[in-house]
């Protein structure tokens, strides 16, 4: 893949550098001092059109005045101590905005009314427990990394989201309802990760989760783009075959978990020959 080959030339370069392994995937990471020298540039370069505000790790307990990156097109706070999103800022120009590694506990449902976003990182916050209403507004919106969340539910208003190309639900143990006919309208998807254990009881109705990933995967199915997927544990030969019938589900499936399967019938392991790893 491209994507693949611009990671192992920065890689080759020094740009980039291992970054071992989190939660099973291999990981790279930039050194210090070619962090420092991005955002250096960036700064140089920035015009009223391309503007980077950037406080990670910068010991925040609160987000940022509004009026300091209300003209920001692109944003990290990521690293910090912030617990609280309020207000209804105004942002007209933000396009990217990460938040990963906070404390955030509440996202108030005016956040994001007025924000045109299309990359939105909540990952790596474990006290988030809900989404706000208000990101039913990000129409806009292409990426939703909301891994490592506790979130329970994913509301059926996302919907409205018809550009999404990007959702990580991965490690969001937590999550318990993912309503029907959610997944399947987002008619874009690129890439899904849902790649966790989870354990107790899930809502019976109109929920894509109960059962055996069956529903989840019917779903899956009529995502056309999908290039890179990973899925829950699949728990019965039923939902296996169901799986591995769909030719798209080999060409893009990353990671499978295959985990106290009840039925003793013999599967034929060849038809994953295509996955990186099982």
């Known amino acids: 893949m491209h994507g693949n080959y611009i990671i192992n030339s920065l890689l080759s370069a020094c740009l980039l550098e291992n970054g071992g392994e989190i939660g099973g995937e291999d990981c790279v990471k930039m050194h210090d001092v070619v962090r420092d020298m991005a955002l250096w540039i960036a700064c140089e370069l ?3 059109e391309e503007k980077f505000f950037v406080k990670a790790g910068a010991q925040l307990f609160e987000e940022p005045d509004v009026k300091a990156w209300e003209g920001a097109k692109r944003m990290s706070v990521m690293k910090n101590q912030i617990e609280v999103l309020k207000g209804t800022p105004k ?3 933000l396009r990217t905005l990460f938040l990963s590694e906070n404390k955030l506990q509440v996202v108030s449902n005016g956040f994001c009314r007025f924000i045109p976003l299309m990359v939105l990182n909540l990952s790596e916050n474990i006290g988030l427990g809900a989404l706000p209403e208000g990101i039913s507004q ?3 919106l292409q990426s939703l990394d909301l891994s490592w969340t506790s979130i329970t539910e994913l509301p059926m208003e996302l919907k409205s989201l018809t550009n999404l190309k990007m959702l990580d639900l991965s490690y969001t143990y937590d999550l318990r309802k993912i ?4 997944i399947s309208s987002f008619s874009k998807l690129k890439i899904f990760r849902r790649w966790c254990t989870t354990s107790g009881d899930y809502p019976k109705e109109d929920n894509v989760l109960n ?3 069956e529903n989840l ?3 899956l199915k009529s995502l056309r783009h999908l ?4 899925i829950p544990p699949i728990k019965s030969l039923f939902a296996l075959e169901r799986f591995v ?4 589900f080999q060409c893009c499936t990353q990671a499978l978990h295959l985990r106290h399967l009840r039925e003793s019938n013999v599967f034929n392991v060849l038809c994953l020959e295509n996955m990186e790893r099982g």
């Open 91 to 93: 942002c007209p120009n």
């Open 138 to 140: 990000l129409i806009s």
């Open 227 to 230: 290039n890179i997927l990973t």
């Open 46 to 48: 920035e015009t009223k």
């Open 211 to 213: 059962g055996d990933n």
């Open 245 to 248: 019938s769909f030719h798209l």
């Open 217 to 219: 995967i019917e779903e």
């Open 179 to 182: 309503p029907s006919h959610l």
